[in-house]
């Protein structure tokens, strides 16, 4: 996440720029097939009522691209919005999209 900062100054025909960093944010969708995820799910809602304080949720991803680059995508200590569940129908498995924000993330490249 960027913000763009923008001033003017007197004597000068245009604004000054700048850009400040404010973290990463994203999505993830996930689909579960037993009960763990309703552990994830309470660590997180304990967490927002401090009742885990100290609990910490990180992401690590590897991304398999065609011309065979594979970077490693890690995010630390994530914080996330609603929690929905749903399910599709009697067939599919439940789903759930998370929105996450964090302080950083580190893209290591192989």
Same mark, same amino acid.
Request: aromatic content about 10%; overall charge negative.
């Given at each position: 996440?960027? &913000? /763009?900062?923008? #001033?003017?100054?007197?004597?000068?025909?245009?604004?000054?720029? &700048?850009?400040? =960093?404010? @973290?990463?944010?994203? *999505?993830?969708?996930?689909?579960?097939?037993?009960?763990? /995820?309703?552990? !994830?799910?309470?660590?997180?809602?304990?967490?927002?009522?401090?009742?885990?304080?100290?609990?910490?949720?990180?992401? *690590?991803?590897?991304?398999?691209?065609?011309?065979?680059?594979?970077?490693?995508? !890690?995010?630390?200590? !994530?914080? =996330?919005?609603? /929690?929905?569940?749903? =399910?599709?129908?009697?067939? &599919?498995? @439940?789903?759930?999209? !998370?929105?996450? #924000?964090?302080? &950083?993330? #580190?893209? /290591?490249?192989?």
């Amino acid at each position: 996440m960027m &913000d /763009i900062l923008r #001033e003017g100054y007197l004597g000068e025909t245009t604004q000054r720029r &700048d850009d400040i =960093f404010n @973290g990463v944010s994203g *999505k993830m969708e996930l689909h579960f097939e037993n009960q763990d /995820i309703f552990n !994830l799910f309470a660590t997180i809602v304990n967490r927002a009522r401090r009742r885990q304080p100290g609990a910490q949720i990180n992401v *690590k991803a590897t991304l398999n691209f065609p011309n065979g680059d594979r970077p490693r995508v !890690l995010i630390s200590n !994530l914080f =996330f919005g609603e /929690i929905p569940v749903s =399910f599709a129908s009697r067939s &599919d498995y @439940g789903q759930n999209t !998370l929105t996450f #924000e964090a302080e &950083d993330g #580190e893209v /290591i490249t192989s």
